[in-house]
């Protein structure tokens, strides 16, 4: 998905943003007047994506704060909202070699598989049957939920008896880290680039230390090695399941920030003569490198889990949240010094986190500021504006049952309506504009390429990248599923609503698609070819350069 779909999306949209010296609201409204709405449907889905995705962020402040503890609150079994079948790491560590913790006291290990109908404990986690080893952990009977499980569902997200129709009530601390969060973000964005460009030295460069800490202290646990076969051993039938491909040019969008006008409003910014062909090239050898290289840290610390809990690693991994927020500090919690690897993997999340907002924000606010020219010397309020509506629009997910409309909007913003969004990108200007003339600009600004990968690129433009993203599209639509939430099945209302917040990300193309056809000011071929205002940035009148003064930052 990154060669086929992610780089060429990725290269298109700095060279729309870095020719033309416009954000996503006008750029494609003078590539081709019929695609005018395309911007502003970029617009809506980095706005829905600010909104939720900083939800995520204040949980990891939460775990942030949460850990400044010997004893890490989330690996204990005495809180008011534990279960009798809560089980700690922490406790287990007290009881003696030969049992285990189980119902809130250390039991033996033999009583416990002779309950179940199995042999003689192997050790405190597993029986012998007969000649086969059986981990307690796989038995359907055998009851017991892990502390960080119930930590990040009853305490942090607080969800108790919560449905999508009772939301049950707010939760204060919550609702204080996404306010903290929103704050820190303000300060970074408060000028702009100006401030944002110099933070997110720190946001980008800080977290690859952390990771790399983690790699070194994954490496060399026991039961690591199991962990990092398994992750370098593909299961190459997966290749034949949509979800996996699905979820791929999902991760796709979401690593690369394409289709969310956050790339062309960045890359507004930059030097004509920028060579952002590079930049492309670079940015997705690195992303490429970054997820393979945070793979060892994730899947060494499972294979260790998994060692201690006697289980096969596939049964101890898992998936979004579950990773982040119970997986993995499950596995902190038996490390030594584990509050301190606790602090440096949510401050690294915290971080990572922020740095994603940065540019939704430069995104919204480069678009009001393109409209109302006036605005501009008042930009440090108008970023305090769309952070506190963000806020705001936040709340409801801090209640008991937000994480069922924080899941709803993950699951419709991102997936299928964006890809539709990429799709009608690259129509534009490979198809409608000319791609051969839009190669050709990278020749303006300085980017002279060999004729063979001209060919790649326009193949890539023009074929292969369209055809992709109409696929995965195609069988997502085919093989659709509703939201759901830990066998939790948001009820048809809900699905209905999701499917709304989808089609909300497409609205403004085909409202600005009839307006531009109903005002008759440009007609026939006209709405598929640029207009006079198409130009490069280097070429503006020198009133509009005066306006785009401050665009001197690269991106």
């Not at 997200?157 to 939301?167: E, K, M, Q, S």
């Not at 840290?297 to 927020?325: H, K, R, T, Y």
């Amino acid at each position: 998905m990154l060669i086929l779909m992610g780089t060429p999306i990725f290269l298109l949209e700095l060279l729309i943003g870095q020719y033309s010296g416009l954000g996503p609201d006008l750029v494609f409204k003078h590539i081709a007047p019929i695609f005018s709405g395309l911007g502003y449907c970029c617009l809506v889905v980095i706005f829905l994506i600010t909104i939720y995705y900083m939800v995520i962020v204040s949980w990891t402040i939460f775990y942030f704060f949460a850990s400044f503890t010997s004893d890490l609150g989330y690996g204990r079994c005495n809180h008011e909202f534990n279960s009798p079948g809560c089980y700690s790491a922490h406790e287990e560590a007290n009881c003696f070699p030969n049992e285990t913790w189980y119902y809130n006291t250390c039991t033996l290990t033999n009583n416990l598989c002779q309950e179940f109908g199995l042999g003689e404990a192997v050790n405190r986690t597993a029986c012998l049957n007969g000649t086969e080893k059986v981990s307690l952990y796989s038995l359907d009977e055998f009851e017991r939920t892990l502390a960080t499980s119930e930590y990040y569902r009853e305490y942090v997200l607080g969800i108790g008896d919560a449905t999508w129709t009772n939301f049950g009530s707010i939760r204060w601390e919550i609702l204080g880290c996404l306010l903290f969060s929103w704050i820190i973000c303000y300060l970074a964005v408060l000028k702009g680039v100006k401030t944002s460009g110099k933070v997110v030295y720190f946001t980008v460069l800080f977290p690859y230390f952390i990771l790399t800490a983690l790699v070194i202290q994954g490496a060399i646990l026991p039961g690591a090695v199991d962990g990092i076969i398994l992750y370098l051993n593909p299961d190459w039938n997966k290749l034949l399941e949509v979800d996996v491909w699905a979820a791929a040019a999902s991760q796709t969008f979401y690593s690369f920030g394409i289709a969310c006008g956050s790339l062309i409003t960045l890359a507004s910014y930059n030097n004509f003569k920028n060579n952002c062909l590079r930049d492309a090239i670079v940015v997705s050898a690195t992303n490429a490198f970054t997820s393979v290289y945070a793979g060892f840290a994730i899947f060494s610390m499972l294979g260790f889990l998994a060692n201690e809990m006697g289980l096969p690693v596939v049964q101890v991994a898992d998936d979004g949240p579950g990773l982040a927020f119970i997986a993995y500090p499950e596995a902190i919690l038996r490390l030594p010094g584990s509050t301190a690897w606790s602090l440096m993997f949510f401050l690294m999340l915290f971080i990572l986190g922020l740095g994603t907002q940065f540019a939704g924000i430069e995104a919204i606010s480069c678009c009001i500021l393109d409209k109302w020219h006036f605005i501009r010397k008042y930009k440090s309020y108008l970023n305090l504006a769309i952070c506190f509506v963000c806020f705001l629009l936040a709340i409801p997910m801090c209640f008991s049952g937000g994480i069922y409309l924080f899941t709803l909007m993950e699951w419709n913003t991102a997936s299928w309506a964006i890809m539709l969004i990429g799709l009608g990108e690259v129509v534009a200007v490979a198809w409608c504009y000319g791609c051969f003339k839009f190669i050709g600009h990278m020749n303006d600004m300085e980017m002279s390429m060999k004729k063979f990968f001209r060919g790649y690129w326009w193949f890539c433009w023009v074929v292969i990248t369209p055809i992709t993203l109409l696929g995965i599209f195609v069988f997502q639509m085919v093989d659709y599923s509703p939201a759901s939430y830990e066998g939790y099945v948001f009820p048809p209302g809900a699905d209905a609503i999701g499917w709304l917040i989808g089609i909300s990300t497409l609205v403004p193309f085909f409202v600005l698609a009839i307006h531009v056809i109903w005002k008759r000011e440009y007609t026939g071929f006209a709405l598929f070819q640029h207009t006079s205002h198409w130009k490069p940035q280097s070429g503006m009148s020198e009133s509009t350069l005066t306006l785009s003064s401050e665009k001197t930052l690269p991106a």
